[in-house]
């Protein structure tokens, strides 16, 4: 009898894994295990740039970059601390006035300015003019609050054609670019030209042409390591 009960039992459990296996098949790993969990900031920039990264946060530890939804992607892709990053999206150089107090707070040594990329869009006369009033003011409020930083303006970032071909506001983006150099020397400020870095790189921007990948961030700090030592 328990021999019998011994095969019955053999047959259903064969019977039961052969229709388990039907039902859910194992893929194997070669086939394509990826992850589908969410990006965290351990996994965002610093995975090859990690090192880079590091000397970087080391480097501009003093510093605070002050902008728009481009320069926040310093510190949305963990190139550098929330600290030094004070920067948002849709931000001009008029709704960054609001934020010099703040600024003033970090009491940062260097300050880097990069703002132009919504003021060009600006539904006004004149979007350059416009631009440069306000960016005088805020150097001047910066002046007044933090006068022993080194304050330097960055130019506004080249866009695709592609992008161009569907906002030609855009194309003005070099002549905001110049005025905004005039104004750097009528400030005694400083004033850094970061458009070569795309000549090389036409591959670092991100599916709107205008925004930039991770890769982007790494490079701009040390194009402006070089300039600045």
Not at 12 to 40: H, M, N, R
Request: aromatic share 8%; glycine share 4%.
């Amino acid at each position: 009898m328990k021999k019998i009960m011994m095969i019955f039992l053999t047959g259903s459990l064969a019977i039961a894994l052969t229709a388990c296996g039907q039902d859910a098949p194992v893929i194997p790993e070669s086939e394509g295990q990826v992850s589908q969990s969410p990006e965290t900031p351990e996994s965002r920039g610093t995975s090859s740039t990690g090192s880079m990264n590091t000397d970087a946060q080391l480097w501009f530890e003093d510093s605070v970059f002050f902008g728009d939804s481009i320069t926040e992607g310093l510190s949305y892709h963990d190139v550098l601390k929330e600290e030094n990053v004070l920067a948002g999206a849709g931000k001009t150089s008029e709704f960054a006035l609001k934020d010099v107090e703040e600024l003033a707070k970090r009491n940062p040594k260097r300050i880097y300015i990069q703002l132009g990329s919504d003021d060009i869009l600006w539904p006004t006369d004149d979007p350059i003019a416009y631009s440069m009033n306000n960016y005088a003011k805020l150097i001047e409020d910066m002046k007044q609050l933090l006068p022993q930083a080194r304050i330097t303006l960055l130019s506004v970032t080249p866009v695709t054609e592609a992008a161009e071909d569907k906002e030609p506001r855009y194309s003005r983006i070099a002549d905001y670019n110049h005025s905004l150099k005039q104004l750097a020397e009528r400030e005694n400020v400083h004033f850094i030209d970061i458009s070569p870095i795309f000549a090389d790189s036409p591959d670092l921007y991100d599916t709107d042409g205008i925004h930039f990948k991770p890769e982007y961030y790494p490079i701009l700090l040390e194009f402006l390591k070089d300039q600045v030592e």
